[in-house]
């Protein structure tokens, strides 16, 4: 039988059930060291894809801290200069109470002085008192305005800023 088997292999006949004997053991030996290889190759694209995305990550929070910093450092400075603002506003109406304070003294003292050349009887308007009256109310008027105005004039320039600061810069 066995002797059968080994006239049956002799010649090409033995050649060909040897190749595939070999083809049979050595294909899936090939198939697995391939996949191995490959497996090694996928383990390495997702090690790179997982270094590029901690990468991209920390370059995003880094821009986001910066950013942030900067937003923080606008917003201070714009309180500071409110506070400034505030300052010089308070100062113009301690200037414009005191203005007022003249100019009532003022016109008291020429309506006490009209009043006395005048003779009982005579009507005449007070034009200092009417001046006087008018420059109070125009004052009063250009303080809030100015106030006013100082305000929108801070919150545009930190508005800017800010927009500056997330662009990298003024937009040419």
């Known amino acids: 039988m066995i002797a059968a088997a080994i006239r049956a292999l002799a010649g090409w006949k033995g050649y060909v059930a040897a190749a595939l004997a070999g083809a049979l053991v ?3 030996a090939a198939w697995t060291v391939q996949g191995w290889r490959y497996d090694a190759k996928i383990n390495s694209m997702e090690r790179d894809q997982a270094q590029q995305i901690a990468d991209a990550q920390a370059l995003a929070r880094a821009t986001e801290q910066r ?3 900067a937003r923080e450092g606008i917003v201070n400075d714009a309180k500071n200069e409110a506070a400034q603002q ?3 506003a308070a ?3 301690a200037d414009l109470g005191r203005v007022r304070k003249e100019l009532a003294d003022f016109k008291r003292r020429a309506r ?3 009043a006395a050349r ?3 009887g005579i009507e005449s308007a007070d034009p200092i008192g009417l001046l006087a009256d008018m420059y109070d109310r125009g004052a009063e008027d250009a303080l809030a305005r100015s106030g006013y105005a100082d305000a929108l004039r801070r919150a545009g320039l930190t ?3 800010l927009y500056d600061s ?3 810069g003024p937009i040419k």
């Open 67 to 69: 950013r942030w910093t």
């Open 86 to 88: 505030a300052a010089v």
């Open 166 to 168: 997330l662009h990298d």
């Open 159 to 161: 508005c800017e800023r």
């Open 118 to 120: 005048r003779g009982p």
């Open 112 to 114: 006490d002085t009209a």
């Open 26 to 28: 050595a294909g899936p």
């Open 91 to 93: 100062a113009a109406t």
